[in-house]
């Protein structure tokens, strides 16, 4: 078995959660981003449909 190394230096595990925290605020900006790209998708196929709906109801001549 391993003994525990009582110099390890105190500051290393602060920079773990540092680095944990950035990895965790850039997952969730990349999953952000496709939220409002697909926000955007849903908004500009309804807008098609509601469009085709109205010219399709539109009377002629």
Known sequence: MTQ???N????EAP???TENKSDLA????????RGVWMGTA???GSAAIV???L????KRG
Do not use: F, H, M
């Not at 850039?26 to 981003?33: E, F, I, L, V, Y």
């Open 4 to 6: 525990p190394n009582d």
């Open 55 to 58: 010219y399709a109801n539109k």
């Open 42 to 44: 849903v908004g500009i």
């Open 15 to 17: 920079e773990q959660a």
């Open 51 to 53: 469009a085709a709906l």
């Open 26 to 33: 850039s997952a969730a900006r990349k999953t952000a981003g």
């Open 8 to 11: 390890a230096p105190e500051g």
